[in-house]
């Protein structure tokens, strides 16, 4: 992942929408593209068209942008998002339209939102001027439950979001609600899930001020340690390694069986190289079936917030406090055919010494260093 030269806290956040087809969409854009809290902030869709925005419609900046009667810019996303981005940042700067202090991308059209994520967080030039903040899927509260099991993007879209959003809330029965919750908890135990009715959701589930952004990555943090307690079967691993495992926890209601679900800690002070080495690594060797990676370590005594999803390793994030009294690394799962057996052997990565990575100095290389290496790195292929 590409290190961003400008500051987190000066580059405009981003959020994307993405959800089940079907699952309204449509109907949440355009109450969102009408609400007054929405100036300032930019919108990346597909069509004007899908969304019936028309007699909003206060002027035309370029092709194709629109600016809206409350403030808000629309842009229809054409061809590649790399450019999209270029051109609205380009536009801002030089005062062509509206100065934007938000991005919200929605993705109607693409299953897997991944490959965006994956744009926003990995492309250069969009990491210079925009972050992204948060992902939120809208699922469908009435078929919701059957999407899940007949669909593996679905699945995939409720694994890697921050955020996930249950629409047709006044449709669906109170039973199909409550399991549908629990079916989204066990397939993601650290996202908030959220109600939408008629197409109206708490814009601060998708919309939030940087005075907001710590306090809720702190809240965020919590949630996925309260999951990561919720996992039952703990255990001590053998060998008196300084390292905590808690049972696999599997669909055995007729959900996907290769969906996993566990978490991991760590006693002890983590070296920042041997965490850099540790996620790269494990994005690199077994990123197509970790559907999202999320924790808190203790970097050298501060705590660390790490996430990944699938290939893409987010930037590190240090807190400005730990969330918590208790200072152990603690790392939740979601994986399609990885065993949490598997993880804890690539783990090993913590506690050796900082002589065992090569250095890449183009100088001799002591084979014991290779040697404990390409141990390392067996780990991660086995």
């Known amino acids: 992942m590409p290190a961003a030269s400008t500051p987190a806290e000066n580059r405009t956040p981003v959020s994307i929408l993405t959800g089940f087809l079907g699952s309204g969409k449509t109907t949440l854009l355009n109450r969102l593209l009408q609400d007054p809290a929405m100036a300032k902030c930019l919108v990346i869709i597909n069509e004007f068209g899908e969304i019936g925005i028309d007699h909003l419609l206060i002027s035309v900046p370029s092709e194709n942008m629109m600016l809206l009667n409350n403030g808000c810019l629309c842009c229809v996303l054409k061809g590649d998002l790399v450019d999209t981005f270029s051109e609205i940042h380009a536009k801002r700067s030089r005062g062509e339209i509206p100065w934007f202090d938000r991005v919200i991308v929605e993705t109607t059209g693409l299953a897997d939102p991944v490959p965006v994520i994956q744009t926003i967080v990995t492309d250069e030039d969009i990491c210079s001027n925009f972050r992204l903040e948060l992902v939120a899927t809208l699922v469908d509260g009435v078929h919701g439950e059957a999407q899940l099991q007949q669909s593996a993007e679905s699945v995939k879209q409720v694994a890697v979001a921050d955020t996930l959003l249950i629409s047709k809330t006044d449709l669906a029965t ?79 209601d007729g959900h996907d069986p290769h969906l996993l679900t566990f978490s991991l800690s760590y006693e002890g002070q983590i070296r920042r190289s041997a965490v850099a080495l540790w996620l790269n690594m494990l994005a690199n060797f077994l990123g197509a079936d970790l559907l999202r990676v999320k924790g808190i370590l203790n970097v050298e005594g501060e705590p660390v917030v790490i996430h990944i999803v699938q290939t893409i390793v987010h930037e590190p994030t240090v807190l400005g406090q730990w969330p918590s009294d208790d200072r152990q690394s603690q790392i939740v799962f979601i994986t399609r055919n990885i065993a949490r057996s598997q993880i804890e052997k690539t783990l090993e990565v913590f506690a050796v010494g900082e002589s065992s990575v090569p250095s890449g100095s183009g100088l001799a290389i002591d084979p014991e260093v290779y040697a404990n290496f390409a141990k390392l790195a067996k780990n991660f292929m086995h």
């Open 174 to 252: 109170a039973e199909g609600l409550s399991g549908l919750r629990e079916r989204l908890r066990k397939v993601n135990p650290g996202a908030n899930i959220l109600d939408v009715y008629q197409g109206q959701i708490p814009l601060d589930s998708l919309l939030g001020g940087e005075a907001r952004d710590a306090a809720r990555k702190i809240e965020e943090i919590r949630r996925w340690l309260d999951a990561e307690a919720r996992i039952e079967g703990y255990k001590q691993l053998p060998q008196g390694h300084a390292l905590h495992g808690h049972l696999d926890a599997r669909a055995d």
